[in-house]
């Protein structure tokens, strides 16, 4: 677990906060058992909108099955959602931390899926302190999913996610409050690092698709 170079104490109250609340559940699970993913919390977007969301940024190591693979997730993985930019903007006030086992698909929008999730423990506190989310809804890449999604039809958009220009499966979170709109609306988003592995399969099914026509 990150918690921010937290001293030992407050890691130990983590983890046993954890380990009493999946007691409940009969689960048992402590801080080491969750795969830490990065997120974007739903709490502090620029346009907040009926419906909320968890959006996945980087997986990390979870649904890793060897360093030569992207990652997948899959029903049932034990994640540990952080806002990493809440902690750097509020001057460490707050921490944003959602503990849960990623639930079934529910339904896909333009370049995410979105699952239910279990929850474990969520709290907005760099002290621990148990509060009730406002969404149990976890967004994640299209190209970080598994195919059990791949079967559920495109829904319009209504999480204000920001499509990629010229790639109809390809978006970015929604923005937070401190981040700068886009100079002009309609503006190109340059595609990120990180979406290199399904811009390359993308490409190879177009090709695939012309040669067989």
């Given at each position: ?54 959006f996945i940024e980087e997986p990390g ?23 990493r930019s809440v902690t750097s903007k ?124």
């Amino acid at each position: 677990m990150s918690m921010y170079g937290a001293t030992p104490g407050i890691v130990e109250m983590w983890d046993r906060l954890l380990r009493d609340h999946s007691k409940n559940t009969g689960k048992h699970l402590s801080a080491t058992d969750y795969s830490i993913v990065k997120a974007v919390s739903p709490y502090l977007w620029r346009k907040p909108t009926s419906l909320s969301a968890w959006f996945i940024e980087e997986p990390g190591q979870a649904g890793r099955i060897d360093p030569s693979r992207e990652s997948r997730l899959t029903t049932g993985i034990a994640l540990c959602l952080e806002d990493r930019s809440v902690t750097s903007k509020t001057s460490s006030t707050e921490f944003h931390v959602y503990y849960c086992r990623l639930g079934v698909p529910m339904f896909r929008e333009g370049g995410y899926t979105f699952y239910s999730s279990e929850e474990h423990f969520f709290s907005r506190k760099y002290f621990p302190c148990e509060d009730t989310p406002i969404s149990t809804i976890i967004a994640v890449p299209n190209y970080h999913t598994c195919e059990n999604g791949r079967y559920l039809s495109i829904q319009p958009n209504m999480f204000g996610q920001r499509m990629i220009t010229g790639y109809s499966n390809l978006a970015l979170p929604p923005l937070r409050v401190w981040e700068k709109e886009e100079e002009e609306e309609g503006d190109m988003l340059k595609p990120m690092v990180g979406f290199s592995w399904y811009l390359n399969q993308e490409e190879s099914m177009k090709k695939e698709g012309e040669e067989g026509m």
